[in-house]
């Protein structure tokens, strides 16, 4: 398997444009996880899904962010409209898991988001 | 409840010793805590975890110890090598059957070993 797949790697936009993140999780996988990593705020939780419906997003900043999964092989997370202050790395992570066994997650390379 | 407090921020370990890196946590319904490795530019990857039945675990160079009454674990890293330079980050979840694995994540620790 290739991991979690995450594209864009980097994306820089203006102020007010929307912006679009991709993420392919493991095959076989039933959770995903969006994170935003910053110095000043660490790795924060913004939503998961469980197969395909979202479970927690009470990460999500604000409205402006919204995240979809319309498939098992992938997700989206939108940010409408972009602020400077969106500026950090979105990590998409993927793990299996069943009744009181938990895996580890598997993180991908993460997207650079530069809002300017 | 759900924060996970690690420390030191920042960390420089001679090459051969040993690093040390804290965790405390307040919320006593977590029951799994891993350690993740972050190399710059990639995602963290998961490098050991624990659950509170036991009060260490070593795989290789790298041991958890637990203390379930104190509410802290740590990462001991032996023999530490200039390779391990990266930033560490401990977390916790539950692993009820109600919500996920939702991890919470500490602040990391950039460890940076000198040769």
């Keep these: 398997d290739a991991g979690v797949i995450q594209s864009p790697r980097h994306e820089v936009t203006e102020m007010g444009q929307e912006v679009t993140l991709r993420c392919k999780p493991i095959s076989g996988h039933d959770y995903l996880f969006w994170y935003r990593q910053t110095m000043m705020r660490g790795l924060e939780l913004l939503i998961y899904f469980n197969n395909n419906v979202p479970i927690d997003d009470s990460g999500m900043p604000e409205d402006r962010f919204s995240a979809k999964m319309p498939n098992a092989s992938f997700s989206t997370l939108k940010i409408q409209p972009s602020e400077p202050r969106d500026s ?3 990590f998409c992570a993927s793990s299996l898991r069943r009744y009181r066994t938990n895996y ?3 993180f991908g390379s993460g997207t650079r988001l530069t809002v300017v | 409840q759900q924060q996970v407090k690690q420390s030191p921020q920042s960390l420089i370990v001679q090459k051969g010793g040993i690093s040390i890196i804290n965790c405390a946590y307040e919320n006593t319904a977590f029951d799994y805590f891993p350690w993740y490795q972050q190399f710059p530019g990639k995602g963290p990857a998961l490098l050991i975890a624990i659950r509170p039945d036991v009060s260490e675990k070593k795989e290789g160079r790298f041991t958890i110890s637990f203390n379930k009454s104190a509410k802290q674990f740590s990462l001991h ?3 530490s090598q200039p ?4 930033t560490y980050f401990c977390a916790a979840s539950t692993a ?17 070993i000198n040769p």
């Design chain 1, 88 to 90: 950090a790395v979105y």
């Design chain 1, 104 to 106: 580890g997650y598997t």
């Design chain 2, 77 to 79: 890293i032996m023999d």
């Design chain 2, 83 to 86: 390779g391990d330079s990266a």
């Design chain 2, 96 to 112: 009820g059957l109600q919500g996920a694995q939702k991890l919470v994540f500490g602040q990391g620790t950039r460890l940076t």
